[in-house]
């Protein structure tokens, strides 16, 4: 099975990411690229998805992140 991390930044597709066949790798970009996203400024929404080849989610890694938009 190959796995891949799926992002919708602020409504914008992308694969962020291709493993092959290694899982563990997945995992940790999976997790890298959350602390990512939590952590930017510019980051409205997003949405990452750990999928295999058939782009199911692999182990539930499926994260919704939301940032609140401050009006100065």
């Known amino acids: 099975m190959k ?3 799926i992002t919708v930044i602020n409504g914008n597709f992308a ?3 291709e493993h092959g066949d290694n899982l563990q790798d997945a995992i940790v970009a999976f ?3 959350c ?3 939590w952590n930017a400024e510019d ?6 998805k750990l999928v ?3 782009l199911e989610v692999v ?3 499926s994260e919704n ?3 609140e938009v401050t009006e100065e």
């Open 15 to 17: 694969v962020a990411s």
């Open 59 to 61: 182990m539930g890694k």
């Open 65 to 67: 992140i939301g940032h």
């Open 31 to 33: 997790h890298d690229r």
């Open 35 to 37: 602390k990512i996203l």
């Open 43 to 48: 980051v409205i929404s997003a949405q990452v």
């Open 3 to 5: 796995y891949a991390i």
């Open 52 to 54: 295999d080849e058939h």
